[in-house]
Nanobody, 120 residues
Framework: QVQLVESGGGLGQAGGSLRLSCAAS????????MGWYRQAPGKQRELVAL???????NYADSVKGRFTISRSAAKVTVYLQMNSLKPEDTAVYYC??????????????WGQGTQVTVSS
């Protein structure tokens, strides 16, 4: 199993910055990618950013150029630096660890979620 502990988030202002962190523990050797999804009230959960084991990353169009995903040298902590915040970035942000291991096969493990609220 993989355990994820998120930190950061909270209240930010439009145009400001916030940083999220997510630390993984457990079967970290099985993780192929880590990243962030978000879910706003009344909307579906959507991908924000993902970084793979080899360091490649992809972003939602809505956050490109504003958000940056990175990870620690040990690859057990992933960060989301959020700049130029907009009120529409308000959501619960969930960390995800994606991988595969026997006997369960492919998996997604999720963090508990952290609220990000951006005021205008």
């Amino acid at each position: 199993q993989v355990q994820l502990v998120e930190s950061g988030g909270g209240l930010g202002q439009a145009g400001g910055s916030l940083r999220l962190s997510c630390a993984a523990s457990g079967s970290i050797f099985s993780i192929n990618a880590m990243g962030w999804y978000r879910q706003a009230p009344g909307k579906q959960r959507e991908l924000v950013a993902l970084i793979t084991r080899n360091g490649s990353s992809n972003y939602a169009d809505s956050v490109k150029g504003r958000f940056t995903i990175s990870r620690s040298a040990a690859k057990v902590t992933v960060y989301l630096q959020m700049n130029s915040l907009k009120p529409e970035d308000t959501a619960v942000y969930y960390c995800v660890a994606r991988g595969a291991m026997a006997p369960i096969g492919p998996y997604d493990y999720w963090g508990q979620g952290t609220q990000v609220t951006v005021s205008s």
